[in-house]
């Protein structure tokens, strides 16, 4: 219990400061930049967080003579690098040095988030400390399969959708108008009155939607109740595509996005793909190694008793049961406190602004008081 309280009040305390320190997020590109970055990723590939750089969310920095690209945002004296660079291999470890210098210049602090056990190596030889953020799911579509009595529940509702006329397709850009509106439509029945996240999640954008194929899930009347954005420019050597955004109207039938899911990973083997992403889920399996440190202890608190900010904790029981491998992914860093690094890369995935931060911290403060009373 009184490990419980402590990290409460750190978090308090931590909320605070990243309140004190924050200033507002940059200014974001133009569609001529975005263009280039596409053309860029054609020539050498993306990876797992590449096509978020679509949201239009994001800074970019262009090192080695425009050879490699980081992308990031900053919070505060913080640049938050999102994922891996991407570019021509042989100037990647130069890249990082070179961007961390940019940083310092300007009087900011550089960390990496979504950082993948590849390039971790890289990270520590030059004297960065890496704690564990989560886990990304990926499916290995040539062994993805429906058959047999441990995949009833993963084929019960493809059977039973495609009984009562529901169809899935997918479909490539130009997207019409028409459909863009119907999209909107089912997103907006979705979030409610949720917000939209950001930076390392995708959100609804029609330009992003636009560079994309959608698979979507259509009913027996040819009207839209599901569909996910299907992001193409992944790796170019082992043919990866990520679901990112993914939506449904609230009185879809149960099963929908299963239906939706397994079609897609069908759908995937059908056109040569090897993985298929599921994206990460945040803070998953921290402090769960006998070594874990206090970084990670934290970061599972926040896990667990963090759902007035995000159900990590759903998000990952949920892409659990399609049986991914699942690959970790750090957070690096050099000299910042880490329970700060943690709210500002948490608030900044939900576009929080400085009264939602209070207000969030506040409702937390309340909750605990009510149930120690």
């Not at 931590?14 to 200014?27: D, M």
């Not at 004296?77 to 999102?82: A, H, P, S």
């Not at 130009?174 to 909107?184: D, F, M, R, Y």
């Not at 890369?345 to 937390?364: G, N, Q, S």
Request: net charge positive.
């Amino acid at each position: 219990m009184l490990l419980v309280y402590s990290l409460s009040l750190l978090f308090l305390i931590t909320v605070y400061l990243f309140v004190k320190e924050n200033r507002a997020i940059g200014s974001v590109q133009n569609e001529t930049d975005l263009n280039e970055i596409w053309t860029f990723l054609e020539k050498y590939g993306g990876n797992h967080t590449s096509h978020l750089s679509f949201l239009n969310d994001k800074l970019f920095y262009w090192a080695k003579n425009e050879q490699v690209l980081l992308t990031y945002q900053k919070v505060g004296k913080t640049c938050v690098v999102l994922g891996d660079p991407v570019g021509k291999e042989s100037f990647m470890k130069d890249a990082i040095k070179e961007f961390k210098q940019f940083c310092y210049r300007s009087g900011n602090e550089p960390v990496f988030y979504h950082v993948s056990p590849r390039f971790l190596d890289d990270y520590i030889q030059k004297g960065y400390h890496s704690v564990k953020v989560g886990e990304e799911a990926r499916i290995r579509i040539p062994e993805f399969s429906t058959v047999g009595k441990k995949k009833t529940r993963l084929r019960t509702p493809i059977n039973k959708f495609e009984r009562n006329g529901y169809r899935f397709s997918v479909l490539f850009p130009p997207h019409s108008a028409l459909l863009k509106n119907e999209l909107k439509a089912v997103s907006d029945s979705w979030l409610g009155n949720r917000k939209e996240k950001g930076f390392s999640v995708g959100f609804f954008c029609e330009n992003y939607l636009a560079r994309f194929p959608l698979a979507i899930v259509a009913g027996p009347d040819g009207k839209i109740i599901a569909f996910a954005t299907l992001a193409c420019n992944q790796q170019l050597k082992n043919r990866t595509i990520t679901i990112d955004l993914m939506r449904y109207l609230q009185d879809s039938p149960s099963g929908t996005m299963d239906f939706l899911f397994v079609s897609i990973f069908n759908w995937c083997k059908e056109q040569g793909y090897e993985w298929c992403s599921l994206g990460m889920s945040p803070l998953a399996n921290l402090g769960e190694s006998e070594r874990f440190n206090l970084a990670e202890l934290i970061g599972q608190f926040i896990y667990k008793r963090g759902n007035y900010l995000y159900n990590f904790k759903g998000l990952y029981e949920y892409k659990n049961k399609f049986e991914p491998l699942w690959e970790s992914r750090y957070l690096v860093y050099k000299k910042h406190t880490l329970p700060i690094i943690f709210v500002q890369i948490t608030l900044l995935i939900h576009r929080k602004r400085k009264a939602d931060i209070k207000e969030a911290a506040v409702t937390y403060l309340k909750r605990r008081i009510r149930r120690a009373g």
